[in-house]
Nanobody, 114 residues
Framework: VQLQASGGGLVQAGGSLRLSCVVSGSVISINPMAWYRQAPGKQRELVARITSSSKTNYEDSVKGRFTISRENAKNTVYLQMNSLKPEDTAVYYC?????????WGQGTQVTVSS
């Protein structure tokens, strides 16, 4: 199983980015997927999660700004990030929970300048 994340970059505060995570070796439609992030000196934290039935939940600080979605035909999960803030700066990782075993992408850097 491999997860390939992309879409990170440098953006000004208030801007938007869309992260993508393409999964190979597993069908995402039957497993929960999530985005995590890790800022320098901090622990990795859950940002958003989507279940196989497309139920979503979000970390409090991103509610109303970020949207997680999945496109099963492309085996891809997305994270649309709007109204970005400097505190959103981190490496973002996609995660696949496959029957209790976690698989991770390589991470994509998001930097928000003030």
């Amino acid at each position: 199983v491999q997860l390939q994340a992309s879409g990170g970059g440098l953006v000004q505060a208030g801007g938007s980015l869309r992260l993508s995570c393409v999964v190979s070796g597993s069908v995402i439609s039957i497993n929960p997927m999530a985005w995590y992030r890790q800022a320098p000196g901090k622990q990795r934290e859950l940002v958003a999660r989507i279940t196989s039935s497309s139920k979503t939940n979000y970390e409090d600080s991103v509610k109303g700004r970020f949207t997680i979605s999945r496109e099963n035909a492309k085996n891809t999960v997305y994270l649309q990030m709007n109204s970005l803030k400097p505190e959103d700066t981190a490496v973002y990782y996609c995660n696949l929970d496959r029957w209790g075993t976690d698989f991770w992408g390589q991470g994509t850097q998001v930097t928000v300048s003030s």
